[in-house]
Nanobody, 125 residues
Framework: QVQLVESGGGLVQAGDSLRLSCAASGRTFAAGDMAWFRQAPGKGRQFVAAINRNNGVTNYADSVKGRFAISKDNAKNTVYLQMNSLKPEDTAVYSC??????????????????WGQGTQVTVSS
């Protein structure tokens, strides 16, 4: 089993930045691909970004390219999501997900095995 704990959410204004963290524990070797998804009220889960912890290959949703950056610190078993130039439409619960490594971070939520509890990000206009 892999446990994922997110942190770093909060209330910010449009244009501000936030950095989310996702710390993995347990059988961390089973968390080779890690990703961030988000879900706004009344909407479905949306892919944000993903990274492979071995080769560092990243994948982003078009809506966040150029504003968000996903990174990793394997020594800490932690993945980060740096969010810049935040917009009100970025408001959502952001969840971290993980799966055994396939050498790339998938954008499909059904491919991920482990999930965190989520952290709320609210961007006011």
């Amino acid at each position: 089993q892999v446990q994922l704990v997110e942190s770093g959410g909060g209330l910010v204004q449009a244009g501000d930045s936030l950095r989310l963290s996702c710390a993995a524990s347990g059988r961390t070797f089973a968390a080779g691909d890690m990703a961030w998804f988000r879900q706004a009220p009344g909407k479905g889960r949306q892919f944000v970004a993903a990274i492979n912890r071995n080769n560092g290959v990243t994948n982003y949703a078009d809506s966040v390219k150029g504003r968000f950056a996903i990174s990793k610190d394997n020594a800490k078993n932690t993945v980060y999501l740096q969010m810049n130039s935040l917009k009100p439409e970025d408001t959502a619960v952001y969840s971290c997900a993980a799966r055994p490594s396939y050498m790339y971070g998938s954008s499909s939520d059904y491919e991920y095995v482990y999930w965190g509890q989520g952290t709320q990000v609210t961007v006011s206009s």
